[in-house]
């Protein structure tokens, strides 16, 4: 038993061993009826407080909370005291003052837990820092290959679409280098990271889709983050899905057992087409059913203080 860190930041400062902790939990949690782990965080508090959107991230805390018997208060921004000019954390203090356990943060800001993590005596997990890191969804992500393929080690991973915003890309990157994995980016060059291989030794830049996704075992789409463009940097979505939309024809050149993964929302028609969102190799769905496993673990890991 090694003694679990009290925040989970990003894949970055995990290695292999509590990487590969959190998926075996997880596994357990996948496994078990959705109330066999009622006690885990019996009396204890979780907030998740999100300053950007989101479906499946919020709602997959809040469930894997409940699961674990916590008591759980939502946060979102436009409803919450930031509109009023409170600051991040000011915000957070107040809600730490309530006796508060865990802090599930969304923010726009890159690097806005780290800022936060030493300044307060409740735990902290990043549910996504701007196009920063995104633990959980990296996580959930390998949780879920590694279910279809048997492991990570040895399989080319291509992750296509706006790589430069993309904090998916990034967490995904450099979990999937740590287990083994290698990893082609592609995108539109104006939305690719100059310094890919800062990633991980795995990481290589593949210049069009096609190459990115010829004989890979998986292949992960990314939607434009029109949030985090400064400006006008990409054709229009007939044009970009023309160039790096996966499509059936561009499925094919991948393995015959490949398997899609995206971590939502969709925009369909622009980075996938419909027909791949719906076929047979898309786990899209098995995606979220996983975050749940996963975000249990991480919660049950970070309350109990073992890994
Ligand atoms: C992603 C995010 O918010 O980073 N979504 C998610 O958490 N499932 C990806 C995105 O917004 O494109």
New binding site residues.
Partial sequence: MRPAPRHLLGIEPLDAGAITSILDDAERFFAAKPDAHRDVLRGRTVVNAFFEA?T??RCSFEIAAKRLGADVVNVASAASSVTKGETLLDTAKNLEAMGVDVIVLRHPASGAPHFLAPRLTASLVNA?DGAHE?PT?ALLDAFTIKKKKGGLAGLVVAICGDILHS??ARSNALLLGKLGAEVRLAGPRTLLPREASALGPTVVVAPRLEDAVTGADVVMM??I?TERLAGAMISTGRDYARAFGLSPTRLALAKKDAIVLH???MNRGVEIDSRVADGPESVILEQVAAGVAVRSAVLAQLVSGTA
């Fill in positions: 989101s499946r991230t996504g995104h969804q904090r998916v990314l939607r983050q971590p939502g929302p």
